[in-house]
Structure formats: structure tokens, C-alpha cells
């Protein structure tokens, strides 16, 4: 038998949860006049969310303009997917490559990404100091203008 204490207690602990939140913001891209709502973003997110398979959406708007959507992964994870991959094939080095939709990680490419090695280096210069903030950003908005959004399931 529980006391009204521990309930209040349990209860007050389940009130502080807070939900996580994906790795990843809703990324609307497109070619119409009229913005969406912040309520229709929200509702894109929770499908998305709810059928990761789905790579991207695209919206039909008036006048046959479409809005495609999809995941914007942060920098951050996406960093810490390559440092997973590098890890795996330094703890086994029989593993000699993991199949991703675009691209195959291999030792000596140890990124997620057909871009990734570039996308590293550029990193690199601009640590080192090597390349302004402007450069790295031309030279990575050059390197991602054919990228589709990262990781898509339904190529």
C-alpha cells in the first residue's frame, strides 16, 4: 500500500520530466509566396518524428509552387555519428565498412557522408586558423549544393 506522500512524490518527479527532443529541426525549403504556420512546422515535425523511414516531404501549395521538407540535423550530431563510425572500426578492425543510403564509411573514410572527409578537413583549416569563417562557409555551402537532406531512408 502507498501512502499520499510517495504519490505526491512519484508524481511530482513524473511533472519534471521533460521531453527529449530529436537531433534534428524541421527544414522547410521552397518556392512559395505565403509562409506556413508555425502549427503546420510543428505537425510536419510530429510526422516526421513518428515515420523516420520518411527521408522527406514535399507540400503542393496554390499555383503548383512545392515546399519541400525535411530533417536539418545539427552539426553537433552529426560530428558525434563520425566519431561513433571511427570508433567502431578502431575497437574492430574486422569491420572494414558500414553502408549508409549515399555512401559506404570505410577506415579511412570514417564519415557518414560522401562529403564528410571534405567537410572534416574544411573543419580542420578553419581551426587551424587556415581559412576566415566567410571561406569555410562558401566552401561548405559549394560542398552541400547537391546534398540531399542528411541520411534519407526512401532514396
Do not use: C
Not at 510536419?44 to 523516420?52: A, F, K, T
Amino acid at each position: 500500500m502507498t501512502t499520499d506522500r510517495q504519490d505526491d512524490t512519484a508524481t511530482g518527479l513524473l511533472g519534471k520530466l521533460t521531453p527529449k527532443r530529436p537531433p534534428w529541426q524541421v527544414m522547410v525549403t521552397g518556392n512559395s509566396d505565403t509562409p506556413i504556420s508555425s502549427d503546420t512546422v510543428a505537425a510536419l515535425g510530429r510526422i516526421l518524428d513518428l515515420m523516420p523511414g520518411v527521408g522527406h516531404l514535399t507540400l503542393e501549395t496554390e499555383g503548383g509552387r512545392v515546399l519541400n521538407v525535411t530533417r536539418d540535423f545539427r552539426s553537433f550530431y552529426l560530428d558525434e555519428v563520425d566519431r561513433k563510425i571511427a570508433a567502431i572500426f578502431g575497437a574492430d578492425p574486422q569491420i572494414t565498412g558500414i553502408r549508409f543510403p549515399k555512401h559506404t564509411a570505410t577506415p579511412d573514410d570514417p564519415h557518414w557522408s560522401p562529403t564528410g572527409k571534405a567537410r572534416a578537413a574544411i573543419a580542420a583549416s578553419r581551426k587551424a586558423g587556415d581559412i576566415t569563417p566567410d571561406e569555410a562557409i562558401q566552401k561548405l555551402k559549394a560542398l552541400h549544393s547537391g546534398e540531399q537532406e542528411h541520411g534519407a531512408k526512401d532514396d
